[in-house]
């Protein structure tokens, strides 16, 4: 008997550690998102109020779950509020929306500089030689579970919802591309059969958006999404939410690979942009002409 009772203690030692998280996370999920948290949706993340009310859903439990389950650092004496919090939080969750995920199950930390930060990199010189050298960043993604933001960049993002520039877009789609077991353009896309126009769509894009940057030729994509596959499948993203209409039109095969792969339209959220101004036909006068 007394064997028995040994045999049970240790079978729920074993499995408590698996039990106990699930459970408190049911209990969170049972609880919504409290109305100033969703107030600050509304206000930082502006295509909220346009979205259907099963997103909004959506992003509102993913939101309590982001929240739960990661833990914010504020960097160079930085005090994270629980609006930083929400809308990092709400605009790293649209990614997610109408997609099986567990909310980046790979992340545990966002680190929250008040602005630029400083990061070490390493560079190679001719010969090979290593010197160390310094970079002002943004934000970083490492796929050691951690992401790095500047908030004066956050709220920049969410100020401007049509400009392409969103650091947590950016770097929350490094994460998803990581789901794969590496950064490089090619994040998990389930059926295998999708990789190959994905790689044939992507790899044409990529190499057309370096000719333009070498040349320096205006896209609708910055210009850093030609500095590898990565960066590029990052700021694709950035332009999928932010510029949808533009990325359809200059973009097509490539917007449609976004929408297989997001499982949401943006253009849903916004209104078309404005038509360019019409370009009045120049004209001068020469002489006996």
């Not at 919504?32 to 979205?51: F, G, K, S, T």
């Not at 401007?160 to 353009?185: I, K, Y």
Request: hydrophobic residues 40%.
């Amino acid at each position: 008997m007394e064997a028995l009772i040994w045999i049970g203690l240790t079978a729920l030692a074993i499995a408590l550690p698996f039990i106990y998280p699930r459970w408190r996370l049911q209990r969170v999920l049972a609880q919504p998102l409290p109305p100033e948290a969703e107030a600050v949706l509304q206000r930082n993340i502006p295509v909220y109020r346009h979205m259907s009310p099963d997103l909004q859903q959506q992003l509102r439990r993913m939101v309590v779950q982001f929240l739960h389950q990661k833990k914010f650092i504020g960097c160079e004496g930085l005090d994270v509020t629980d609006e930083m919090a929400v809308t990092i939080a709400g605009q790293a969750c649209l990614l997610l929306l109408n997609r099986p995920s567990k909310v980046y199950p790979a992340l545990h930390t966002i680190l929250v500089y008040p602005s630029e930060f400083v990061a070490q990199r390493a560079e190679v010189g001719p010969g090979g030689v290593i010197t160390p050298g310094h970079q002002s960043m943004l934000g970083e993604s490492w796929d050691d579970g951690r992401v790095v933001l500047s908030w004066d960049n956050v709220r920049r993002g969410a100020a401007d919802w049509t400009d392409g520039h969103n650091v947590v877009l950016h770097e929350f789609a490094h994460q998803l591309d990581s789901e794969s077991g590496r950064a490089n353009g090619a994040p998990y896309l389930g059926n295998p059969a999708s990789y190959r126009e994905w790689s044939e769509v992507l790899s044409r894009d990529y190499q057309n958006l370096r000719l333009h940057a070498m040349y320096r030729q205006h896209t609708v994509m910055d210009h850093y999404g030609a500095t590898n596959p990565a960066e590029f499948f990052a700021v694709a993203t950035e332009t999928f939410y932010e510029k949808p209409y533009q990325m359809a039109e200059h973009h097509p095969e490539l917007f449609k690979e976004f929408l297989k792969y997001y499982r949401v339209d943006p253009r849903e959220w916004m209104s078309p942009p404005p038509p360019p101004p019409p370009v009045e036909p120049s004209s001068y006068a020469v002489a006996g002409w």
